[in-house]
């Protein structure tokens, strides 16, 4: 099928039959080459002009057509085969004979069934090619929803499930049942590796590479641990890019797989010095700007994504030999610079991100300090005209005010220079690792207490002024000054809570079992 001694050509479905695909396409499809392989094949078919018959821009036309015959009783409609579609099939099937023939045995019983060559391509994408989303993200929601037996809960709408184990079922029973299907999901990898490592000793790092890069670029760090367990081999394998595992994980920014290497004993320096097709090492890598969207999920605005590439950079770094950090690649760039080229523009977003608000919590903050300063001057009740004290001076409510009015000046004040120190800081990209994060949590901790102090001293003016040493009046005062600190934290506290944790909580990286995996 994929040659023919007749040629015939047709100008809408072009018929290239004397061409004989192997000369063009050496390479014989396994799953582990598919890249290899794809782009001659793609290539060889663009330059016959048939390309359309496997991205769909030549569909097939009608099988048949109806025409008009003159009768004797006059005229009548009958269905004849159409030439058109003849023609468009018998390229067709030329060009799935291309792909076919250069098939392995195995992928070709997997594809023969389809009849059409863009439904053989389709399926040897889905396949053979890690980039495709749909196949990826059938593994983990297919592996997390195995249980012993089917029950209509397993597909009933979000929203019955989300009442069901909120009012039916006890939260702990459904921790329980999440956990059990973890497990079970756990279970199903390792027998299936299991299995695997029997059946073909020979040809099992050839059935993992796939699933194997497919866990790493999800982060599913157990599927990873159960095949480097059951095939020591696989931790050879490589990409097209000739990445090893882990460099795979750094380019994937998946630091769940990457923590595996800490139960390596003596491969982690070979496995992260090794180079790829670019002449990268694992720190080069580590320079290259990792996947916006993992980034966008990850952390919150440009600054903390600019923090957490430099967390990536430096803890790879941890593992580099010496010589890898003045190694250049075949772009002539060492690590340091290649994470400088290519984060620029995130460290001027971070920059720009950092200024605006900066600039923004200082007006805040240099309100609350202008206005507490006068209060501090003007207090509530007057002076006694004879000595000059404070009218309320003994009474507590006024020791309330000068106190929290005080602090309200000293925090604002504070944070005032905190956020300056912000605006004239140099902005290079060690900066955002430790120093700009740092000076951001001072100054959005000490905003928010020059509020929170700030509405205490307006609370016990008005409750000096007001209240008559009537309590009831304190109920109104406290709810109404709850209200501005209440959105405050409401509105800024997901993003200092997730910069407290990114700067000095315990981080991303670290040894997640006792197990050496070889």
Sequence with gaps: MASSSNHHSFPKYPYPSKFEVEDYVPIILFVANYFEWKQPMLDFIQSRGV????????????????????????????????????????????????????????????????????????????????SQALYQQAVPIKLETIADHHSQRDIENPTDCFISSVVDVPQIKHIREKKLLHHQALELVKRLCTEVVKSNILR?????????????????????????????????????????VFQYAIMCRSESVFNLIYQLEDYSHALLSSRDMSSNNALHLAGFLGPMQQLKVSAAGPA????????????????????????????????????????KELVKEGERWMKDTATSCTI?????????????ITVPGGNNNENGHPIFFKQKPFIIFGISDALALFSSIASVLMFLSIL???????????????????????????????????????????GDNAAWIL?????????????????????LKEMIKSTYGPGIFGKQGDDLLL
């Design 204 to 244: 099992a790092p050839q059935i993992f590479v796939i699933p194997l890069h497919q866990a790493i670029s999800f982060g599913i760090r157990e599927i990873v641990e159960e095949i480097l367990k059951s095939d020591p081999n696989a931790i050879n394998l490589r990409t097209m890019e000739d990445q090893t």
């Design 51 to 130: 390309v359309g018959f496997i991205n769909g821009t030549l569909e097939a036309p009608p099988e048949k057509v109806t025409i008009s015959v003159a009768d004797a009783g006059g005229e009548i409609e009958i269905e004849i085969e159409n030439e058109d579609y003849k023609s468009w099939k018998r390229s067709d099937d030329l060009v799935r004979g291309w792909i076919i023939t250069t098939l392995d045995l195995d992928i070709r019983l997997h594809v023969i069934q389809y009849k059409t060559a863009r439904e053989v391509w389709t399926a040897l994408e889905k396949m053979c090619d890690p």
């Design 364 to 376: 805040v903050a240099a309100l609350i300090a202008t206005v507490v300063f006068a209060a501090a």
């Design 475 to 495: 109920i109104p005062i406290v709810a109404l000054a709850c209200l501005p600190a209440t959105l405050f934290v409401a509105l800024q506290f997901p993003l």
């Design 304 to 343: 903390l994504q600019v923090q957490r590439e430099l967390q990536w950079f430096k803890e790879v770094e941890k593992f580099a030999r010496p010589r890898d950090k003045e190694r250049k690649n075949i772009l002539e760039m060492t690590p340091a610079e290649m994470f400088t080229d290519t984060h």
């Design 424 to 466: 004239t800081s140099r902005y290079a990209e060690e900066d955002f690792l430790y120093a700009l994060p740092n000076r951001l949590i001072i100054g959005l901790v000490s905003l928010f207490v020059s509020i929170l102090s700030t509405m205490i001293a307006f609370g016990a003016t008005l409750y000096l002024v007001f």
